[in-house]
Every structure is written in C-alpha cells, then in structure tokens.
C-alpha cells in the first residue's frame, strides 16, 4: 500500500511537471489564436448574424402586438406563462419579468456582443487584407446600429457596448443616455455606409450592403427629426439598384428572397438539412390546431405555438377598396373551436368583400404574407423583412413632408403599385396622417406599427381607443387591458439584468 502511495505521487509529481491543467491543446483553436484569418473572420460575422432569426420570431410580441393592428387568440385552458406573458405584452399589463422581454433584450445584445468582437480583433489581424477587413467591419457595424435603434425605441436608454467584454468590471455598465445611444447609432451607420458595397446584382447575397446602412440611418434620422439629412440618403437608394416590384406580394415569396425590392432581410432556410434555419412564424400566426394541413400541405400540430399575432378588425377596416395588399396580406380561415380551444379548419377564404362565416363555423383572419408552404415540420423559407424599398419612398415622402416639399412622388409610387388611386392632397397635416396610414397598411406585420404610433405621439390615444373597441368584441381580454398611460411607452428593463447588474435603474411604473 505504502508502495503504491508513492507510486501515485510520482505520477502526479510528473503531470504537474507537464502542465497537468493546461487544458488548451496546442493542436486547437483557443480565445487567443482563433481571430487571424479571413476564414475566421467570415465565420465570426455569420455568427453575429445568426441570433437575428431569434430576434423576428420573438420581436412581433414586443412591436406588432403591442400595436391595434393585431391581437391573440385566447387558450383559456393553459395559464402557462408561456402563454400569459405573451398575453401580457399585448394587453400592456407586462411587468420587468416578462420572460419574452428578456428574450428580446438577450438576442439584441447577443449580436452586438458578437459583432464587438469581430470589430475589435479586426485590428490585430494582419492576415486579413485590407478589403475584406472593411467589409467585416461595415457589416458588424451596420448589425450594432440595427441591434441598439431597436434596443433605444423599446427601453430608452440602455447599456451600450462597444468593445468586447474581456473582464467583470466591463460587463455591468451603467445605461447611456439616449442622445448618446443615438449617437453611436449614427457613428456606426456612417461607417457602415461607407465601408459597405452597393449591390452587384439581385438576388443579392443576404449580407448587408450599403443600401441596408443607408435606409437604416435615414430612418434614424426620420425618428430624430433630421429630415433633410434623411432625403439626402434616401435619394442615393434607386442609383443602388433598388426598386419596387410590379406586385405586392412579391416581395414576400422566397423565390424573391432579397430581391430589388429587399434593402435588408433576415435569412431562413426551410428543411431538415444541416444549416437549415426554418422560419416557424407561420405556425406561430395561424389558429392553434391538431393540423394545419389545409393551409400548410402538411398536417402541422400547432397546438404549442399559434394563436397569435391574429389581424384586428379594425386594421383590417382601414384597408381602402381595391387595395391588393390586403389579399396578400391577410386570409380567413372558417372552422370550429373544440372545448380546448383548438382549431378544426373546414375553408379558406378570402379576406375581400368577406360575407362572414356560414351557420355553426367561426372566421378568423390569419397573416398571409409569410404563408409559402412549410417544410415539413420545421417551418417555411420565407425571410422576414427588415427594410423594404417601399419603406424608403414613405421615409421619403414623410421627410419631405415635414419640410414643407410635396410627398406625392413617393408617396403615389407605393399607392399605385397597390391598385389606389395617387392622393392629391397638399395640406402638410392630413398628409401627415395618410403618410402613417400608408405605412400602417404597406407595412402591416413587419413589426413598424408600435414604433409609429409612438414616434408620430398617438400612441397613448389610438391604443386606449382601440382598447374600448376590441374589449367589446373580444370579452376574454381582462380588466385592465389596454390603459395605455406615458409609462407604457417604453418597456421595463428585464429584471434579471437590473437584479444582476446593480448599476443599472429600472424604468419608471415598473
């Protein structure tokens, strides 16, 4: 025995020797040798990419729901939080536990906190030639500036991170102002533009471009009132390439996946394959069912993920006659609720001139726009717009109305385009309001709706308006729904991060 103890100690005696908890092998990439190559550095911005699939398939909770252009479908037979904190976002009774806000606040912070890296280890890599270096830098800066416009719209002032955290004391910063949030916006919306490309031709490839960094700041400007520096930019976009297409919907389909149309669009691929990334936001849109083989060729359970994100009334209502988006934007599926409240489908039908549905079935609208049939059970190809051309020219027409300059070039282009007549009108105010209405209806479930009413300073009347009316025709709502007051115009830091980070303040009424 005694033989053997010394045995072990010698052994252990000569790991020690040998850098027993060394564990990096020389053979393998560590923190430390990993960012030198062009290879590496291309793989690195894919991953600053990657969490913006997340970042869609939560953000119409946090944006679209929490506007009156649509609502959720009641499962009063699951009180999940699953389920009741979605409800809660909609129905703006949200605390700062909301576990759909946190997931928000991650997402958008794991792109920066990738797209950091990739800016920070640029410098050091002298491997990688000049032209590649700056286009890694342009497209994580253009992904930065996109993750804190949207953090700054839904919380106020944040944290801002613009280097990658290498010790604890980095990790827990105090929240920046607004202005100064906005400012690095703007900073790196800038560098983006000029470190960027214009498109070679379309399809283009998926990645950001200049004209992606260009509409992105113009919009920036159009939220701080910069409107001439806005048509400056926004007036460059059509010598980029960019165009409308001859339909509507077409911009939609993934054989168009980022076509003229497209300034910026998140990537999915459907399927089972490695590298598939499907979209499931159809599921998520469509009446909770056992199978949704009617609409989707495939009988798809979606009994865990639909009901929400369901077309209001009123929105639909505020759709013009002969307007073809609306077909393309919206159906009817007609059925029958079980005990449950799950969905059996019996017909599809047409949105337009609907008569209602026939005796014993009910009708419920359902988004259109991303419904290209599923792969199989793992969801569609369909990409979620970011940033469309329409956009740009109701950017436009806003700046130039807000200077006193007519809007109707842009402005008729997006209404024509979808069957209307062009708009006559020169009064600065009413044009205003068709201006938030064109961009209610041409942008309807590309998750804008929120942040317009709250920019344009009608939130707080047309939410607690559309509250009286929707809890008339929906009774499951609760009491209390819908009493939008200022506080509700921004949402509570997740309380993980402020019970984390003590340097941080919470919102005020949270």
């Not at 165009?243 to 149309?261: S, V």
């Not at 009994?303 to 209001?312: A, I, M, V």
């Not at 017909?347 to 359902?366: D, E, F, Q, T």
């Amino acid at each position: 025995m005694k033989k053997l103890y010394i045995l072990a100690l010698a052994v252990l005696a000569s790991s020690c020797s040998k850098s027993f908890i060394d564990l990096s092998p020389k053979s393998s990439y560590s923190d430390a040798n990993y960012y030198q190559t062009t290879q590496q550095f291309s793989a690195a911005v894919t991953a600053a990419y990657a969490p913006l699939t997340s970042v869609v398939t939560n953000d119409y909770l946090m944006s679209e729901m929490r506007s009156d252009n649509t609502i959720y479908q009641s499962l009063l037979s699951n009180r999940g939080t699953a389920y009741t904190d979605r409800e809660a976002l909609c129905e703006f009774m949200d605390a700062s536990t909301d576990s759909y806000n946190a997931t928000e606040w991650q997402y958008c912070y794991q792109v920066i906190s990738r797209a950091n890296i990739v800016i920070d280890r640029l410098p050091g890599a002298g491997a990688v030639p000049a032209d590649s270096a700056t286009h890694f830098d342009g497209q994580c800066k253009f992904l930065r500036a996109l993750m804190y416009f949207k953090l700054v719209r839904l919380y106020g002032a944040v944290p801002l991170y613009v280097h990658e955290v290498m010790t604890p004391d980095a990790a827990f910063l105090p929240r920046s102002s607004v202005d100064s949030v906005y400012a690095q916006i703007t900073s790196d919306a800038n560098d983006a533009i000029n470190e960027l490309s214009a498109p070679v031709s379309f399809p283009q490839t998926g990645q950001a471009t200049k004209g992606s960094a260009t509409v992105l700041l113009a919009d920036v400007d159009v939220y701080l009132k910069k409107y001439t520096d806005a048509v400056t930019l926004l007036n460059t976009l059509p010598g980029m390439g960019y165009a409308l297409n001859a339909n509507y919907g077409d911009a939609f389909t993934p054989a168009n996946k980022n076509g003229k149309e497209s300034l910026f669009e998140v990537q999915f691929l459907g399927g089972t394959a490695t590298g598939a990334t499907p979209n499931p936001l159809l599921f998520h849109f469509l009446p909770r069912s056992t199978s949704t083989a009617l609409v989707t060729g495939t009988a798809i359970n979606n009994t865990s993920t639909g009901g929400w994100n369901t077309p209001t009334p009123d929105l639909i209502a505020d759709y013009e006659s002969g307007d073809t988006r609306l077909d393309a934007s919206i159906g009817i599926a007609e059925g029958t609720y079980n005990a449950s409240y799950y969905f059996t489908y019996s017909a599809l039908k047409s949105v337009v001139s609907y008569p209602g549905p026939p005796a014993g079935k009910v009708a419920v609208p359902y988004i259109k726009k991303y419904e290209h049939g599923a792969v199989a059970v793992t969801g569609s190809s369909d990409d979620f717009p970011v940033y469309r051309y329409s956009e740009a020219l109701l950017l436009l027409a806003e700046a130039l109305n807000e200077q006193g300059q007519s809007p109707l070039t842009p402005l008729n282009a997006v209404r024509t385009r979808a069957g209307l007549q062009p708009l006559t009108e020169t009064d600065q105010t009413a044009l205003r309001a068709d201006i938030l209405h064109e961009r209610r209806i041409e942008l309807a479930f590309e998750n804008k709706r929120w942040h317009d009413l709250v920019r344009s300073g009608t939130a707080i009347t047309v939410m607690n308006a559309f509250g009286v009316t929707i809890q008339q025709e929906f009774t499951y709502f609760p009491v209390g729904s819908y009493v939008v007051t200022p506080d509700k115009l921004l949402y509570p830091l997740p309380q993980a991060e402020v019970g984390l980070n003590t340097k941080l303040t919470q919102n005020p009424g949270y």
